[in-house]
């Protein structure tokens, strides 16, 4: 297969570096193993993204002051659609084993005026091809009628929505993704399209990602994965990376402590173990406590290190498919979002984090 220049949607799609490896179109190997659990696709057009996110590689302003092939920090090839589906679909004695481990297909839209009808039509060619389950990481802004559209995806053979909400509070929206980047993105409508997004898919089947380190406190966080929760979605955490030639270049990733903390507060609160109201923080808004001893709330899942690993939709074993191997960080050895289950030497790394900076 050979890879396409720019190409536009819905004919071509963008995978990310390690969708690309999984499917045997790249070279290289996975760090510790890690393959990808799902199989990521941008959606791709010549005139890009219309919007200006600050710290996305795909923002307006990044645009001929980096390559605009990469999007969180690496390269995202762009392929033929009909190619990759032919490659999901050899039996399964044919397909590399890297393929085999592949538990879902998750589609993202970018904001885009042709995106709401070309991401339907990727859907169906998909659901056709692939015996996998799909995901759509919708993008609110371009829909005129999200009740509408969801009902279309649903139909056309979609099983999960995700929405990038991002920004854990309106002013932060505003400032990173909103009129004062010049942006075209409104917090109401991005919960206006989770609203009628668990209406049509159902509660527990739309995902609300944020991104912590973007200058939120941790109890705006907590706060905005409560508020997920009221709307029947569930929580993803991503941890803030620059990326090069963006507004956000030279903002430092969140300490690790942070993330933890933050990691903990989305397990418990996605499986309501615990309510927004029984986290304590300090005065900078510092998570303190979770209301009871973490060893009774987590139990074996400490050990196990489960809050740790990257949480995104399931394969149809139950099991996390979008594990994104390094989505958030450059292999190394301490990762905060761990896309395979953490060792024992990992989970002493992670214990000895919590409590810190
Ligand atoms: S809408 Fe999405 S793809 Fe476009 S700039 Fe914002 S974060 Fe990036």
């Known amino acids: 297969m050979e890879e396409a220049g720019v190409m536009e949607s819905p004919d071509y799609v963008q995978t990310s570096l390690a ?11 996975f760090y510790r193993n890690a393959y990808p659990g799902s199989l990521n696709l941008l959606m791709t057009y010549r005139d ?3 919007a200006n996110c600050s710290y996305c590689g795909l923002a307006r302003q990044r645009r001929g002051e980096a390559d605009n092939n990469t999007f969180i920090r690496v390269k995202w090839p762009a392929y033929k659609l009909a ?7 050899r039996p399964p004695q044919a397909a590399a084993a890297k393929v085999q481990k592949l538990g879902r297909i998750c589609i993202s839209m970018i904001t885009h005026p042709q995106a709401a009808a070309d991401c339907l039509t990727i859907v169906r060619q998909v659901q056709a091809a692939a015996q996998l389950p799909v995901s759509v990481l919708a993008s609110p802004t371009v829909l005129t009628d999200p009740g509408t559209f969801f009902q279309e995806l649903k139909a056309a053979g979609a ?20 009129r004062q980047v010049s942006g075209p993105h409104q917090w109401d409508t991005y919960w206006a399209a989770v609203e009628q997004a668990v209406r049509v898919f159902g509660r527990g089947y739309v995902s609300v990602h944020l991104i912590v380190g973007l200058g939120e406190t941790e109890q705006n966080l907590v706060q905005t994965i409560g508020k997920a929760g009221d709307y029947g979605a569930q929580a993803h955490l991503f941890s803030f990376c620059p990326e090069p030639g963006s507004l956000l270049s030279q903002q430092q990733p969140p300490a690790y402590g942070q993330y933890r903390r933050c990691q903990l507060a989305a397990f418990l609160l ?6 927004p109201d029984d986290v304590s923080f300090d005065m900078q ?5 979770f209301g009871h001893r973490l060893n009774e709330l987590l139990g074996e899942n400490l050990a196990s290190g489960e809050p740790f690993m990257t949480s995104g939709c399931p394969n149809r074993e139950g099991c996390v498919a979008c594990n994104r191997p390094y989505g958030n960080e450059r292999p190394g050895p301490v990762l905060r979002n761990y896309p395979f289950r953490p060792e024992t030497q ?3 790394i992670i ?6 900076d």
Do not use: H, Y
């Open 351 to 356: 214990k000895g984090q919590i409590w810190d």
């Open 270 to 275: 996605n499986r309501r173990q615990i309510r």
């Open 159 to 178: 099983e999960r929505i995700g929405i990038a909400v991002d920004a854990a509070t309106p002013e932060l929206f505003a400032a990173m993704r909103g």
């Open 19 to 29: 969708g690309a490896m999984a499917l045997g179109l790249e070279p290289g190997s």
């Open 285 to 289: 808004g510092k998570i303190t406590g």
């Open 83 to 89: 190619a990759i589906m032919e490659t999901l679909s």
């Open 48 to 50: 890009g993204c219309r």
């Open 346 to 348: 990992d989970i002493n």
